[in-house]
């Protein structure tokens, strides 16, 4: 297997659950794979015109492999992205990310990018940042490697700090 000589060759010491993740593939479709990559690379442009390509690329890898649930997972971030950095109406982001993240759960609801996925539908359209840092925690306890999802934790421990602190200064 090539995840078993790459690790060999690196001489790297890999802890089973890490060694799991390696050897699962992340899609059955080469072509969806590679849309789905070069999508995530142009999403991190943040431009309308990037995230706009990249919606449309991982789209099409969807469309190759429906059982993608990482592809329907970074769709949901890349609406997101689009609402926040484009001209995407707010009502139409959230319908796009919500659809995208039912589509996701419903192939693989414990993947650390579904959750990851759900917790930024958690925390910025249904505004309940208390459950959004429970699926960021459980996102990271599947994945210790996933930034995104420290990212996410970090910006909602620090929404909910803040709110803290505005309540006990009213």
């Known amino acids: 297997d090539v995840a078993d000589n790459v690790i060999k060759e690196l001489r790297v ?11 699962k593939r992340l899609s059955d479709n080469s072509e969806a794979y590679k849309l789905y990559l070069k999508g995530s690379e142009l999403g991190q442009k943040r431009t309308q015109e990037s995230l706009t390509e990249a919606i ?24 997101l992205l689009l609402g926040t950095y484009g001209e995407l109406n707010n009502d139409i982001m959230a319908k796009k990310m919500q659809e995208h993240l039912q589509k996701a759960q419903n192939i693989n609801p414990d993947l650390p990018e579904v959750l990851f996925a759900s917790a930024q539908v958690e925390n910025v359209i249904r505004k309940d940042s208390t459950k959004a840092i429970s699926l960021f925690r459980k996102a990271i306890e599947l994945n210790k490697n996933y930034a995104p999802a420290y990212f ?12 803290e602190s505005s309540r006990i200064m009213a």
Do not use: K
């Not at 010491?13 to 050897?23: A, G, I, M, N, T």
């Open 13 to 23: 010491e890999v802890f089973p659950d890490e060694f799991d993740q390696l050897r």
């Open 56 to 79: 449309s690329l991982i789209e099409e890898a969807t469309v190759l492999e429906p059982n993608f649930a990482r592809a329907q997972a970074e769709l949901v971030f890349l609406y």
């Open 152 to 163: 996410g934790l970090g910006n909602a421990l620090r929404f909910v700090e803040n709110a």
